[in-house]
């Protein structure tokens, strides 16, 4: 197992190689996004306008309808920037040119099975917390890795969890160490930035917004996104670094 230390500069440095590629993922995912809110929005107004016929009936239809667009692209756009930006970070970690086009498509193709292991995922760690809450947090912890092991190693529906748990549950000191130090150290740096912008350009004001304190939103946005990038780069990596150890992939019940 690499030391922290070394993770830590590993994942820099790929963040470094596609950083450009990892940005443009998340511009496409939300350009998608907007295009089902205004689909939202374009259905609202028809409703709307039919709800002067139908009444009441017609502006609960409107709600409903343009709600479930709302939280349907909500939820396909963020599996797909999900799946795309690790499917560019595996390309990437391997030396590969990666490729916009072929992580969009390969996410496209994936939605449904992730989306499965994340339902399968929730329904067992929420009955295993409906019986004692610690039971829950364990298994909630064990299968953290489950969509990482459908994107990157192909393990579909209970089998992702399966493959999560043999790797994270022999290593669970090393798993949790690492991933609270980063969590810890990403924190410290957003509230660092967000300190120093406030100082400089101001603290945000929704009642008397400056140019300044916007510009200075922008800048705090923009790092959070960037520091984002850095933490789904680190999972990544530790993913693969735990999988090497030699008490993982022994298959365990799930």
């Known amino acids: 197992m690499k030391p922290l230390r070394q993770l830590l500069v590993e994942s820099f440095e790929l963040l470094q190689k596609i950083f450009l590629k990892l940005f443009a993922m998340a511009l496409a995912c939300f ?5 089902f809110f205004i689909a ?5 107004v028809i409703f709307s306008i039919v709800s002067v016929i139908a009444g009441t009936a017609g502006k609960m239809i409107a709600v409903v309808v ?35 086009n072929d992580a969009f498509k390969a996410s496209w193709m994936m939605v449904g099975p992730t989306l499965l292991i ?20 364990i298994f909630g912890i064990y299968y953290s890795f489950s969509y990482l092991a459908f994107i990157v190693d192909g ?19 090393k ?6 130090a980063v969590g810890l150290i990403l924190i410290a740096i957003i509230f660092s930035l967000n300190w120093i912008v406030e100082i400089i350009l101001g603290a945000p004001d929704k ?11 922008l800048i705090t946005l ?12 680190f999972s990544y990596l530790l993913y693969e670094e735990l999988k090497k150890s030699p008490v993982s992939n022994k298959q365990v019940p799930a």
Do not use: D
Request: aromatic share 6%; with cysteine; charged share 10%.
């Open 118 to 137: 994340a339902a399968i995922v929730v329904i067992k760690v929420v009955l295993w917390a409906l019986l004692l809450i610690i039971p829950g947090i």
């Open 40 to 44: 939202a929005i374009i259905v609202m």
């Open 175 to 180: 798993f949790i160490g690492n991933s609270l």
């Open 222 to 233: 923009a790092c959070n996104v960037v520091l984002s990038f850095y933490g789904t780069v």
């Open 66 to 100: 343009s709600t479930l667009l709302a939280i349907t692209g909500i939820t396909v756009f963020s599996t797909i920037y999900t799946i795309g930006t690790i499917k560019i970070i595996q390309s990437g970690s391997r030396g590969e040119v990666p490729l916009l």
């Open 155 to 173: 393990k579909r529906g209970n089998e992702a969890l399966v493959f999560s748990k043999s790797i994270i549950k022999p290593n669970i000191g």
């Open 207 to 217: 009642n008397h917004p400056t140019l300044l304190s916007q510009i200075g939103g």
């Open 31 to 35: 350009g998608g996004l907007i295009i």
